[in-house]
């Protein structure tokens, strides 16, 4: 039979190994599907670049965002005064603390990507214009040729828009929700058996839909 020192004791140790195990709390998300023209409507900042730094940290809400600082190597759409983008994204880890959102996909240090920023100045769960549908990753083939991939690295395959000029300024939502890609693109379902889209053909096919767009 226990004592009721030794119960005591072991009731100190289980709240002990309680307050040393990490903590986590979490957020659900519903992403809506989003088309390539409904972005590039849409997003007032698309650019190349390089991710050279991340930071989590609390916001004055004392909710963790994990800070993502970018080299910005070309600008496909809009206008920004420096070379360097930081971006909040909900969610992240300090010390024992995690904060996780569903469907919440971090750019990792030295990703070089393209990215679909919704706003420059509203505060937002996710930068990324339809969350990871705004997440384009670059790599090198064998050959040393950039590549666009999914951020899931499914390879690019193609950029299509059905839609006319007239309408590509007026774009309804799609009602659906996302599968991780935006509509009007295809992509490989094998994630090294395909070469998609280089990264110059890519950026070549939405400057011709902004081109649309505008006539």
């Known amino acids: 039979m226990k004592t009721r020192k030794q119960n005591a004791l072991i009731f100190m140790a289980i709240l002990a190994s309680l307050f040393l195990m990490p903590i986590s709390y979490g957020h659900t998300a519903s992403v809506r599907q989003v088309s ?13 670049g390089k991710v050279i730094a991340i930071e989590a940290k609390e916001n004055d809400q004392k909710r963790i965002h994990t800070y993502v600082t970018f080299e910005i190597q070309e600008i496909i759409k809009g206008e920004y005064p420096s070379g360097t983008i930081t971006l909040s994204f909900m969610g992240g880890t300090i010390g024992d603390v995690t904060m996780a959102v569903s469907d919440m996909k971090y750019p990792q240090v030295d990703e070089h990507g393209i990215y679909f920023v919704e706003s420059l100045s509203r505060a937002q769960v996710h930068p990324l214009y339809g969350w990871s549908q705004g997440h384009f990753i670059v790599e090198p083939d064998d050959s040393g040729v950039d590549r666009i991939m999914t951020s899931d690295e499914h390879p690019v395959t193609g950029v299509t828009s059905d839609m006319p000029v007239k309408q590509m300024m007026n774009v309804a939502p799609i009602q659906a929700l996302s599968t991780g890609v935006a509509q009007s ?31």
């Open 36 to 48: 390539i023209d409904e972005m590039l409507q849409q997003c007032q900042f698309v650019f190349e």
């Open 185 to 215: 693109l295809s992509f490989a379902q094998k994630k090294k058996d395909t070469k998609g889209l280089t990264a110059d053909e890519f950026k070549n096919a939405l400057h011709e839909l902004m081109r649309r767009g505008n006539e």
